[in-house]
């Protein structure tokens, strides 16, 4: 090739190379949504199936009657079998029955409540309840979301054969964002590739557990081969987990089951497990029918400031004795919450002595205890009384934790 011939191409190729335009990045998760944890209500634990624009008007009203609207609770998410058939151009509709409304007009109700809509999806071919599934109808019903004023979407993962989760969520998220309305995406698939690991630019929370059932302490296994988790089974899956974590992306070990049939002990030990995991506080119950305990349980406002305390650091299981998980949350501001749950069949007694739980949270935070050095008002967060000091001078706090329920505190720095 002559000389001049070789300038003139290498010349063409580098203006080639210049203009040639950028492939665009992957869009990200809408930012801003989740800097604590996200709080609200579902129908699947309690209705399942059985779902209508009623139903859901209903609920409206009474998160604001009951002041859980006011507690933080403000997203209203109507899970599997909402659907009807898909339109001509494949645009995803309502079932007609259940909502004669439209969904849209049910999202303008629910905002003029103060609340948020949320909606429920699948990646796979059809939903866990046989509704039609999202697969290569993403763009189509994120845009279909977004028109009817949705302000959440729950993601799952039944039907899904040959299909890559990591693929699939990025997929979905991209196609939210395109929507052009922020959308929270709450990935549901159980855990099972581990989303922890990869899921934080894609996701605002990702399921770390099977589904949880109204039980505390035992496994519901059904004859097709899977199993539900009681209180317990999700504490001991999901707290290992902590060091993925923070603000915009949650471990979630699934909805809670407060007011569904426990105990008092029972369901306030879940409630409080569920805020020192840090964990979404997404209600399960039928909130226009609650007893006065239920109620107090879910608008314990003390304690529902350890779940969405900015921090934003999930709670550490720090060590057993004597029967008891001894917990603890660093909060903002130098205050720790600590928790004594008691996953036995007896009451258990117990003499707190501080010494022994100074430690640092290397894992995550870099924040001590230093009980040796510092001296913590002793808040109990159930009773809402003090009780105490930390000092080395004062005797062991002695504490009864009853069987399947918790003692709580936040140790006050200052």
């Known amino acids: 090739m002559k000389k001049h011939h070789f300038h003139v ?18 869009a990200q998760k809408w930012e801003g949504l989740a800097d604590t944890p996200q709080m609200g209500w579902s129908t699947w634990n309690k209705f399942q199936e059985k779902i209508s624009e009623d139903v859901i008007k209903g609920i409206a009203d009474a998160m604001v009657a009951t002041g859980l609207r006011d507690a933080g609770y403000t997203y209203i998410n109507i899970d599997d079998c909402w659907h009807g058939e898909r339109d001509a151009d494949g645009f995803i509709q309502v079932d007609p029955v259940k909502f004669p409304s439209g969904m849209k007009a049910l999202a303008d109700y629910v905002h003029s409540k103060g609340l948020k809509l949320g909606i429920y999806s699948d990646a796979g071919t059809a939903t866990c309840g046989s509704m039609p599934g ?39 998220s991209d196609a939210l964002r395109a929507s052009g309305r922020p959308i929270f995406l709450s990935m549901c698939e159980w ?31 059904f004859p097709q081969g899977y199993s539900q988790f009681g209180v317990m089974q999700c504490i001991q899956y999901n707290d290992t987990l902590r060091r993925y974590a923070g603000p915009g992306h949650w471990n979630d070990p699934d909805m809670l089951e407060v007011g569904n049939g426990m105990s008092v002990s029972e369901d ?5 497990m569920w805020c020192m995991m840090a964990s979404p506080l997404i209600l399960g119950n039928d909130v226009r029918n609650m007893t006065p305990e239920v109620l107090d349980i879910l608008t314990n406002r003390e304690m529902i400031a350890v779940d969405q305390d900015p921090l934003g650091v999930q709670g550490l299981h720090l060590c057993d004795d004597a029967g008891l998980q001894f917990w603890f949350k660093p909060l903002a501001g130098g205050d720790w ?4 749950l008691n996953p036995t069949k007896e009451d258990k007694t117990y003499a707190i002595d501080w010494q022994k739980f100074n430690f640092t949270d ?3 935070s870099g924040l001590s205890t230093a009980f040796d050095q510092t001296t913590y008002r002793i808040y109990n967060l159930w009773t809402h009384k003090t009780e105490g000091k930390t000092s080395l001078k004062n005797k062991p706090l002695k504490v009864t934790v009853k069987s399947h329920d918790v003692a709580a505190y936040r140790l006050y720095k200052n």
């Open 9 to 26: 191409l290498m010349t063409a190729l580098m203006c080639c190379l210049f203009w040639l335009p950028s492939t665009p990045a992957a």
């Open 134 to 172: 999202s697969l290569g109808h993403e763009y189509q019903d994120a845009l279909q979301y977004a028109r009817w004023g949705v302000d959440y979407l729950k993601y799952d993962w039944c039907n899904t054969t040959n299909i890559n989760p990591q693929g699939a969520y990025q997929l979905i």
């Open 191 to 221: 855990g099972n590739s581990r989303p922890w690991r990869w899921a934080r630019d894609i996701g605002h929370s990702w399921r770390t557990t099977p589904d949880i059932w109204c039980n505390f302490d035992s496994l519901r296994v």
């Open 268 to 272: 306030r030990a879940h409630f409080t």
């Open 337 to 340: 919450a600590f928790t004594m």
């Open 362 to 364: 290397k894992e995550v």
